[in-house]
């Protein structure tokens, strides 16, 4: 397990942006696999998307494609999710996920969860 703490989460109109972060002390993230899962009220925790050790291979959920973008800086050990176009129901708490290897989109592969950043997007 590696510690990973999200930030970047708010308030936003519908139709806007946000970026968010995800970071990690030290070099912790050799050869780990990153990623974004949600979790509205009421709701299920949903994948949103992830990102391999080297950057080169991206998964994301189909509600997210062509809106959200995930990427990664390994000298910063730092993560981020640009996200664009938000809607109402992108609202949720954001978790950063890690696990050692490839990416994959289920949750309980992910043994390394921050502890999440509020995201709302107002209509």
């Known amino acids: 397990q590696v510690q990973v703490e999200e930030s970047g989460g708010g308030l936003v109109q519908a139709g806007g942006s946000l970026r968010l972060s995800c970071a990690a002390p030290?070099?912790?993230?050799?050869?780990?696999?990153m990623g974004w899962f949600r979790q509205a009220p009421g709701k299920e925790r949903e994948f949103v998307a992830a990102?391999?050790?080297?950057?080169?291979?991206?998964e994301y959920a189909d509600s997210a494609k062509g809106r959200f973008t995930i990427s990664r800086d390994n000298a910063k050990n730092t993560i981020f999710l640009q996200m664009n176009s938000l809607k109402p129901e992108d609202t949720a708490v954001y978790f950063c996920?890690?696990?050692?290897?490839?990416?994959?989109?289920?949750?309980?592969?992910?043994?390394?969860w921050g502890q999440g950043t509020q995201v709302t997007v107002s209509s």
């Open positions: 990102i391999s050790w080297s950057g080169d291979t991206t």
């Open positions: 030290g070099p912790t993230l050799i050869h780990h696999a």
């Open positions: 996920v890690a696990k050692i290897g490839a990416i994959v989109t289920w949750d309980s592969s992910y043994d390394s």
